[in-house]
């Protein structure tokens, strides 16, 4: 499979837990996104990467919240200390800069449920 | 006023039937425009991009009006397996997309 992959897939968590997201993007992709999308709602941005480098990060995103991608590849999204507030679906995107297009592709999402 | 607006609906319609939706933006300086599908509980999937002349696919049609700072789209013969909530995307200068809540599309029998 050469899409957006994310894990886990499903996440419950008693509040004050710290949880911790994967993201594997299509290969090729140098850009990648975190969203976060609750029901009705669309997905609010969270943060960009272009290779290695954080270049945007939302005010949405409390200092509880940190990204990282090491090496350009896969990223990590961590929540300290989770809040009911945090429940919600955390969606990855990558993409590529190319013919003057910047598709973004999603992975499946991991649905978060804080108790 | 927020920075893309959608009316959520729900848009019920028969089959076969011609429904539109519309979707407004507030960044004057937007560039980029796009259609994205969501199924209940999936991930968002690319619908097509929308171009400033316009574009057509298949059943779906896209436009967009600087002037008014909307964009729109159109789908002809609806389909039961068009039901789904249709999510209008805005890129301004930066990298950074900006997602309306939704349309949601219900085709009954």
């Known amino acids: 499979d050469t899409g957006v992959s994310q894990n886990p897939r499903h996440k419950i968590t008693k509040r004050g837990q710290n949880v911790t997201f994967r993201c594997d993007p299509i290969?090729?992709?140098?850009?990648l996104y975190w969203y976060r999308q609750t029901l009705g709602q669309g997905p609010e941005f969270l943060t960009y990467?272009?290779?290695?480098?954080?270049?945007?990060k939302s005010r949405l995103l409390s200092d509880r919240f940190s990204a990282e991608r090491p090496k350009g590849s896969f990223s990590t999204l961590e929540i300290q200390r989770t809040e009911q507030g945090d429940s919600a679906m955390y969606l990855c995107?990558?993409?590529?800069?190319?013919?003057?297009?910047?598709?973004?592709?999603f992975g499946p999402g991991t649905r978060l449920t804080v108790l | 006023r927020k920075e893309v607006e959608q009316d959520p609906g729900p848009f019920n319609v028969p089959e076969g039937a011609t429904v539109a939706f519309n979707c407004t933006y507030s960044n004057s300086a937007s560039q980029s425009f796009f259609w994205y599908r969501q199924d209940c509980r999936k991930e968002p999937k690319l619908l097509m991009s929308?171009?400033?002349s316009g574009n057509e696919d298949g059943r779906f049609t896209a436009q967009l009006n600087r002037a008014s700072q909307y964009i729109s789209l159109l789908i002809r013969d609806s389909k039961l397996s068009d039901s789904a909530t249709y999510l209008c995307?805005?890129?301004?200068?930066?990298?950074?997309?900006?997602f309306g809540r939704g349309t949601s599309l219900i085709v009954h029998p």
């Open positions: 929308v171009y400033s």
């Open positions: 290969s090729e992709h140098n850009r």
């Open positions: 995307v805005v890129k301004g200068g930066s990298y950074i997309p900006t």
């Open positions: 995107a990558s993409s590529i800069r190319a013919a003057g297009t910047d598709t973004q592709y």
């Open positions: 990467f272009q290779n290695e480098a954080q270049l945007e």
